[in-house]
């Protein structure tokens, strides 16, 4: 085995690794704040990405591009608590797990109504070039993807730490009784995790679409990613989601780097699905609060 | 505090029971939202629902409509209508029309299975045609079989060639019969020996493996690695970081999704200058589009293609140059966009079948006569000259004997350019 070709699945898994757990601290806001697991989260990133590129094909420079799709994902993501998830608010967990996956199809078949079934891309974010390195190459792009996942969870720890807000989105998911006794509206709160959600997901979807094409089917087989990093990892803690995310990133690499055969991805679950037993409530539990 | 009994005798508080009538009512007014979003979103796509009417030729369609192959099915489906429409246009056939029901496979074989079941026994359908990925079409051999009702598969691989059975039938091409055309490309015009294939883990990538490893080695070019990816496969540099430390001088990429054509446009970035060959779907208009200026770097990607996207670069005394003429034109006339080789795939599926009417003028009062007798005309099909080639059938033989118009193309100036053809 060469050196540069473990290098290279060393770096590909790391890449792979970023994306799947961006996928998943968006699973883990709503599911932290709400207890919501939401099967749309995938359809967020898709959306993201779609915009970003139609927006930049009429000219729109690429950042202001990315804030516009995060607006619109985002207001796609109140739509959904709103008008979806908080009616049926009462029902079971896995009713309104259901309810995402009904809202992710009902967003793809749109998708496929306004954009087509054609995969599209952009362009690595500025031009960066690859860089080559011992043999292997890190894409222009994956920097991008590794800056965009160490914002996010520092974003997300800041937020959820040191702002009053945050704050109040901790004590909604601890003790929504409590939270609402002291005038936190759980509702608001509900909403504001579904709109920092998609806005998590619409930043992926842009930054993830130079490496990895978008198209209107993409959101599901994500949104599947995304949970296996979370689960893995443990859906209760940022930093599970994160391990959980590299370490399924790693797993695929690595097996299809090292095992050159038709069973790679067999081989890369069946790893994963050994660790999911051996450890059912994730690598790292739950602690009591979601910044823990 | 009162206590109720509810439902399967359980013991609720009165509190606890109006807490759960009103979680109740939430849940319907959630249902009620999802429900009006998606009969808002789906009235457009029921406008271009088919009407049954007794007197016409029904055919169920199954294709990739949403999943990883609907950048197959979807083309292929306009193209199949565009046919359908021509020869209703025409007057149809016998004085009927040919009506075609489509179905979405959703990108399972499960899912293709039951779409023609739900063709054979809902809509009672004349035959059924699937113009999806390999695999999934694999999946309809058992079922037109157990039915007895003609159905046509659109198998890329020639491992199914002689086990399609009474009822099924293959008008399209096997790799076994267009693989030498790369292969003599490599060996001829670039004057290389050896090769790695780049492999999607499907059924299409099964039959290419196997055909590679039996064949390539005739004409004069060693297999001597192979790598594989999944459909949808995102990254594809520890397989390609693998074949760039081989002695490999060619890479030959074999598969029908997406994942194809990143592999072309990630072998580039890492500064991978072997020559590549593909399969068809790697020259998807889409693909092109996004990794045009890949495609393009030196030595340009080269791409298995149909002469029906060449005409005009085609010979002028060329045989097809004429019917891929009229249909290039009459496709862009209808959807504002030029056919491609899955455009012409499904539109080769209802040339075929409609000239297996022609000839049976089967007796639509009877379905189980009727099935029959355009079974039969099928396999007499006699040098009927299509998009991909020209097929003869025997009732030994439901792939029979097939003249090849594939032809290999390259990308320059953001316009594919006539390689090489079957003929060359």
Same mark, same amino acid.
């Given at each position: 085995?060469?050196?540069?070709?473990?290098?290279?699945?060393?770096?590909?898994?790391?890449?792979?690794?970023?994306?799947?757990?961006?996928?998943?601290?968006?699973?883990?806001?709503?599911?932290?704040?709400?207890?919501?697991?939401?099967?749309?989260?995938?359809?967020?990133?898709?959306?993201?990405?779609? /915009?970003?590129?139609?927006?930049?094909?009429?000219?729109?420079?690429?950042?202001? $591009?990315?804030?516009?799709?995060?607006? /619109?994902?985002?207001?796609?993501?109140?739509?959904?608590?709103?008008?979806?998830?908080?009616?049926?608010?009462?029902?079971?967990?896995?009713?309104?797990?259901?309810?995402?996956?009904?809202?992710?199809?009902?967003?793809?078949?749109?998708?496929?109504?306004?954009?087509?079934?054609?995969?599209?891309?952009?362009?690595?974010?500025?031009?960066?070039?690859?860089?080559?390195?011992?043999?292997?190459?890190?894409?222009?792009?994956?920097?991008?993807?590794?800056?965009?996942?160490?914002?996010?969870? $520092?974003?997300?720890?800041?937020?959820?730490?040191?702002?009053?807000?945050?704050?109040?989105?901790?004590?909604? $998911?601890?003790?929504?009784?409590?939270?609402?006794?002291?005038?936190?509206?759980? *509702?608001?709160?509900?909403?504001?995790?579904?709109? /920092?959600?998609? $806005?998590?997901?619409?930043?992926?979807?842009?930054? /993830?679409?130079?490496?990895?094409?978008?198209?209107?089917?993409?959101?599901?087989?994500?949104?599947?990613?995304?949970?296996?990093?979370?689960?893995?990892?443990?859906?209760?803690?940022?930093?599970?989601?994160?391990?959980?995310?590299?370490?399924?990133?790693?797993?695929?690499?690595?097996?299809?780097?090292?095992?050159?055969?038709?069973?790679?991805?067999?081989? *890369?679950?069946?790893?994963?699905?050994?660790?999911?037993?051996?450890?059912?409530?994730?690598?790292?539990?739950?602690?009591?609060?979601?910044?823990? | 505090?009162?206590?109720?009994?509810?439902?399967?005798?359980?013991?609720?508080?009165?509190?606890?029971?109006?807490? =759960?009538?009103?979680?109740?009512?939430?849940?319907?007014?959630?249902?009620?939202?999802?429900?009006?979003?998606?009969?808002?979103?789906?009235?457009?796509?029921?406008?271009?629902?088919?009407?049954?009417?007794?007197?016409?030729?029904?055919?169920?369609?199954?294709?990739?409509?949403?999943?990883?192959?609907?950048?197959?099915?979807?083309?292929?489906?306009?193209?199949?209508?565009?046919?359908? =429409?021509?020869?209703?246009?025409?007057?149809?056939?016998?004085?009927?029309?040919?009506?075609?029901?489509?179905?979405?496979?959703?990108?399972?074989?499960?899912?293709?299975?039951?779409?023609?079941?739900?063709?054979?026994?809902?809509?009672?359908?004349?035959?059924?045609? +699937?113009?999806?990925?390999?695999?999934?079409?694999?999946?309809?051999?058992?079922?037109?079989?157990?039915?007895?009702?003609?159905?046509?598969?659109?198998?890329?691989?020639?491992?199914?060639?002689?086990?399609?059975?009474?009822?099924?039938?293959?008008?399209?091409?096997?790799?076994?019969?267009?693989?030498?055309?790369?292969?003599?490309?490599?060996?001829?015009?670039?004057?290389?020996?050896? +090769?790695?294939?780049?492999?999607?883990?499907?059924?299409?990538?099964?039959?290419?493996?196997?055909?590679?490893?039996?064949?390539?080695?005739?004409?004069?070019?060693?297999?001597?690695?192979?790598?594989?990816?999944?459909?949808?496969?995102?990254?594809?540099?520890?397989?390609?970081?693998?074949?760039?430390?081989?002695?490999?001088?060619?890479?030959?990429?074999?598969?029908?999704?997406?994942?194809?054509?990143?592999?072309?446009?990630?072998?580039?970035?890492?500064?991978?200058?072997?020559?590549?060959?593909?399969?068809?779907?790697?020259?998807?208009?889409?693909?092109?589009?996004?990794?045009?200026?890949?495609?393009?770097?030196?030595?340009?990607?080269?791409?298995?293609?149909?002469?029906?996207?060449?005409?005009?670069?085609?010979?002028?005394?060329?045989?097809?140059?004429?019917?891929?003429?009229?249909?290039?034109?009459?496709?862009?006339?209808?959807?504002?966009?030029?056919?491609?080789?899955?455009?012409?795939?499904?539109?080769?599926?209802?040339?075929?079948?409609?000239?297996?009417?022609?000839?049976?003028?089967?007796?639509?009062?009877?379905?189980?006569?009727?099935?029959?007798?355009?079974?039969?005309?099928?396999?007499?099909?006699?040098?009927?000259?299509?998009?991909?080639?020209?097929?003869?059938?025997?009732?030994?033989?439901?792939?029979?004997?097939?003249?090849?118009?594939?032809?290999?193309?390259?990308?320059?100036?953001?316009?594919?350019?006539?390689?090489?053809?079957?003929?060359?």
């Amino acid at each position: 085995m060469e050196f540069s070709t473990v290098l290279q699945s060393l770096l590909s898994g790391l890449t792979l690794g970023c994306i799947y757990a961006a996928l998943g601290l968006g699973l883990y806001v709503v599911y932290g704040v709400t207890r919501v697991l939401n099967l749309a989260q995938g359809e967020f990133v898709m959306l993201g990405g779609m /915009i970003t590129v139609s927006l930049s094909a009429f000219g729109v420079p690429l950042f202001p $591009a990315i804030l516009l799709a995060v607006a /619109i994902v985002s207001l796609t993501g109140a739509i959904l608590y709103r008008f979806i998830i908080f009616p049926a608010r009462h029902a079971s967990g896995s009713t309104l797990a259901f309810l995402t996956v009904g809202f992710a199809f009902a967003v793809k078949g749109l998708t496929l109504l306004v954009w087509g079934w054609e995969y599209r891309t952009l362009t690595s974010f500025l031009g960066s070039p690859s860089i080559h390195l011992w043999g292997a190459t890190i894409f222009g792009q994956a920097p991008w993807v590794v800056g965009m996942t160490i914002l996010m969870v $520092a974003g997300l720890y800041y937020f959820f730490g040191r702002t009053m807000l945050g704050r109040a989105l901790r004590a909604c $998911a601890d003790e929504p009784l409590g939270a609402k006794t002291i005038g936190i509206s759980p *509702a608001r709160m509900g909403l504001l995790a579904f709109v /920092i959600a998609a $806005a998590l997901g619409a930043v992926a979807g842009a930054t /993830i679409t130079p490496l990895t094409m978008t198209a209107y089917n993409v959101g599901i087989p994500l949104t599947i990613k995304g949970l296996l990093a979370a689960f893995v990892g443990g859906m209760h803690r940022a930093e599970g989601v994160i391990l959980g995310g590299l370490l399924l990133g790693l797993t695929e690499a690595l097996s299809a780097g090292l095992m050159p055969s038709g069973y790679h991805d067999a081989i *890369a679950l069946s790893i994963l699905l050994v660790v999911f037993l051996a450890r059912p409530r994730g690598l790292l539990p739950a602690h009591a609060n979601i910044e823990d | 505090m009162l206590l109720l009994f509810v439902g399967e005798g359980r013991l609720l508080p009165s509190g606890a029971i109006r807490e =759960e009538r009103r979680g109740m009512r939430g849940l319907v007014r959630g249902i009620q939202a999802l429900v009006l979003m998606m009969v808002l979103i789906a009235t457009p796509l029921l406008g271009c629902a088919q009407s049954s009417t007794p007197d016409t030729y029904r055919i169920g369609v199954i294709g990739s409509q949403t999943g990883p192959y609907s950048a197959l099915g979807l083309p292929a489906i306009d193209g199949g209508r565009l046919v359908a =429409e021509q020869i209703n246009d025409a007057g149809g056939i016998h004085g009927r029309e040919i009506e075609l029901i489509f179905y979405d496979d959703k990108g399972s074989s499960t899912e293709t299975a039951l779409a023609a079941q739900r063709a054979i026994d809902v809509d009672k359908v004349l035959a059924v045609a +699937c113009v999806s990925a390999t695999g999934l079409s694999h999946s309809m051999i058992a079922v037109v079989n157990d039915n007895e009702i003609p159905g046509l598969i659109m198998s890329g691989t020639g491992l199914v060639d002689d086990k399609l059975g009474h009822w099924a039938f293959k008008p399209t091409s096997s790799e076994k019969d267009y693989i030498p055309l790369p292969l003599r490309y490599l060996r001829d015009d670039l004057s290389l020996s050896t +090769c790695a294939g780049l492999i999607e883990n499907s059924g299409y990538g099964e039959g290419g493996e196997y055909f590679l490893r039996q064949i390539a080695g005739d004409h004069g070019i060693d297999m001597v690695m192979f790598q594989y990816f999944d459909p949808g496969a995102t990254d594809l540099t520890p397989q390609l970081a693998n074949i760039n430390a081989s002695d490999a001088e060619s890479i030959f990429i074999w598969g029908s999704g997406p994942a194809g054509a990143l592999a072309v446009k990630q072998s580039r970035e890492m500064g991978i200058t072997l020559p590549i060959v593909t399969t068809p779907a790697q020259g998807s208009p889409s693909y092109v589009q996004s990794f045009g200026r890949y495609y393009e770097m030196e030595p340009s990607l080269v791409c298995l293609d149909s002469k029906l996207t060449m005409w005009e670069q085609l010979p002028s005394d060329d045989p097809d140059r004429e019917m891929c003429r009229e249909f290039h034109q009459s496709f862009k006339a209808r959807y504002g966009r030029f056919p491609d080789m899955w455009e012409a795939i499904g539109a080769q599926f209802v040339m075929f079948i409609a000239d297996g009417i022609e000839r049976a003028d089967p007796d639509l009062a009877d379905a189980i006569v009727a099935r029959g007798q355009l079974r039969d005309a099928f396999e007499t099909t006699t040098d009927l000259s299509l998009f991909m080639g020209t097929h003869t059938m025997t009732p030994d033989d439901h792939y029979g004997r097939v003249v090849h118009k594939e032809v290999l193309v390259t990308f320059k100036d953001g316009k594919k350019v006539l390689v090489k053809t079957m003929e060359d």
